[in-house]
């Protein structure tokens, strides 16, 4: 059971990543920031939070396992390591490309942070020298995930691409040890994370003996295997990585679940649970030893970006594009036959044992579509969410589908389809008008504004700013759009500031083919039509 505890609004733009250390939860922005958060005193901000010194867009945050250190990083290329204990910052980094950097982990160990960018590669920095040691190269494309084996001795990366590469962390100078074809998840790996008490990372001494329980198998100190998961598209994918004497990786089993992309997945520190977050607004918890579903927990607005477990396993935080971070309490009590899942938004969902959900106390809306494309029962709905379920029966009776609602006037509602109340008649008449307007606000953004490739999720924005409004390097509402010579659109003095220091597009870090930007004038009077109807 998942209850809400806590909710983090303090960012101004999406909340991309979030990471717990003992005493604090970090979170990071698209608002350039990075945000301390006091576990012990009710989540307030500590007093030397917000940590400035990005430019651009903040995409990761982590904690050194010694907690002495937090490392950042952005659109801006550059990685920040900072003291957590009073914001000061310790070093930072930059791959010699100076491109994007996506990813930033420390190792297990904490002697190693790695580092994964737009440039395709991966930098593995010495902490002790704030240096970089090797350079990892292989990927085709933007390397947007990276896991440390609990040992530290091998680094696995995932891309854009949808392949994996497991990567010698000690010696072999960036020798790549396996991969995979570019098939392992269709839409890139969007996370990887390895269970830290699975085969040889299980402490014996610890886990309880369980024969069921595949963490607690005797080691074979001749081998080093562990249990991996990976997430893309739809999907999350549990793996037997293997690394001594040879490496390769297993597909374990397959957890179907979500119905969007899945954006990140984190284990709980006892490795007992696995939790993943998508495009479908939802956080799933996974049994990762038999594949089994056991809670779904609901409550953002829009796509869930990060998830992580507190040390202690009594929370879970969940960062998302609504721009707030929830923390949720965890009480894993299951009944014998059913669980029940509290969504922490005033209604509940069973599960059986199996996962499967049975009959919800409150139905979700249907998504969105074309006014033309809505059935007699969608404008029904419509109907009475507008509070006019008195005119429902009428509706029902004349056949009224979207089509037909979208030619109603005046006349037809009060003499064919009884409306006799004036402000019945013009509620109606602005609800459809407003339907038309966002109908082609929606048509246009899917068909003619650029897509902003692996920089943001395919899925509309919902009920908040459509990601087409926000400029891709500063992920704010774009006053002059203008479009660059790479085809993005970004907002004018953004783009000219990132042009006056780079010559490479800050999309696709392919060089930029001229300086000449061109006003795109249709998306920005789409952009001052919504605003002046918010």
């Not at 003291?83 to 990813?103: C, Y």
């Not at 704030?130 to 001795?153: A, I, M, Q, Y």
């Amino acid at each position: 059971m998942a209850s809400l505890r806590h909710v983090i609004s303090s960012h101004t733009s999406d909340v991309n990543w979030c990471a717990f250390a003992t005493k604090y939860l970090a979170t990071c922005s698209g608002d350039k920031t990075i945000r301390l958060w006091n576990i012990t005193d009710g989540f307030k901000e500590v007093p030397h939070s917000p940590l400035r010194g990005h430019s651009y867009y903040v995409h990761c945050v982590c904690f050194s396992p010694f907690e002495t250190l937090l490392a950042s990083c952005s659109t801006d290329g550059k990685v920040i390591l900072w003291n957590p204990s009073n914001g000061d910052k310790q070093a930072i980094f930059e791959h010699k490309s100076k491109a994007i950097i996506r990813v930033c982990l420390f190792s297990p160990d904490s002697e190693y942070l790695a580092s994964g960018g737009a440039d395709n590669t991966l930098c593995l920095w010495q902490i002790s020298t704030k240096s970089c040691v090797r350079v990892f190269e292989g990927h085709d494309n933007v390397v947007v995930s990276c896991t440390f084996t609990p040992d530290s001795s091998c680094l696995v990366s995932g891309s854009a691409d949808g392949d994996i590469r497991v990567w010698d962390a000690n010696f072999g100078q960036g020798r790549c040890l396996f991969y995979t074809p570019s098939d392992v998840h269709d839409l890139g790996v969007s996370c990887i994370v390895c269970s830290p008490t699975f085969g040889t990372a299980a402490d014996q001494s610890s886990v309880e003996a369980d024969t069921d329980n595949p963490a607690v198998a005797a080691s074979n100190p001749s081998t080093r295997h562990f249990l991996m998961a990976t997430c893309g598209g739809d999907l999350v994918k549990l793996w037997d990585l293997n690394t001594v004497p040879v490496s390769g990786i297993n597909l374990r089993c397959t957890l179907e679940g979500h119905t969007a992309k899945v954006m990140a997945c984190a284990f709980s520190v006892d490795g007992k649970i696995l939790a993943s977050g998508a495009g479908d607004k939802l956080i799933i918890l996974w049994d990762p030893f038999h594949g089994g579903k056991l809670h779904i927990i609901e409550g953002h607005s829009r796509y869930v970006t990060s998830c992580a477990f507190s040390m202690d396993g009594q929370y879970l935080a969940s960062g998302s594009n609504d721009r707030t971070c929830r923390i949720w309490q965890l009480s894993m009590n299951k009944s014998s036959d059913n669980h029940a899942v509290s969504y922490g938004i005033g209604h509940t969902v069973i599960q059986d044992v199996k996962g499967q959900i049975q009959a919800p106390q409150e139905q979700k809306v249907a998504p969105v579509k074309q006014l033309r494309d809505w059935s007699v029962k969608d404008v029904c709905d419509w109907l009475t969410e507008l509070g006019l379920q008195q005119h429902v029966t009428q509706f029902e009776m004349n056949a009224i589908d979207g089509q037909e609602l979208g030619c109603l006037t005046k006349e037809t509602l009060m003499t064919d389809l009884g409306v006799t109340a004036l402000g019945h008649r013009n509620k109606i008449l602005r609800g459809i008008e407003t339907i038309k307007e966002q109908c082609e606000l929606v048509t246009y953004v899917q068909s003619s504004a650029p897509p902003l490739s692996q920089f943001t999720d395919p899925l509309a924005a919902d009920k908040g700013i459509p990601d087409e409004f926000l400029c891709p390097i500063t992920r704010e509402i774009m006053k002059d759009p203008v479009i660059a010579s790479d085809g993005y659109t970004y907002e004018r003095m953004s783009i000219e500031s990132w042009i006056r220091n780079k010559n490479t597009s800050p999309m696709t870090n392919i060089p930029l083919v001229g300086s000449a930007l061109t006003p795109n004038r249709m998306l920005k009077m789409l952009i001052e039509r919504s605003q002046n109807q918010s």
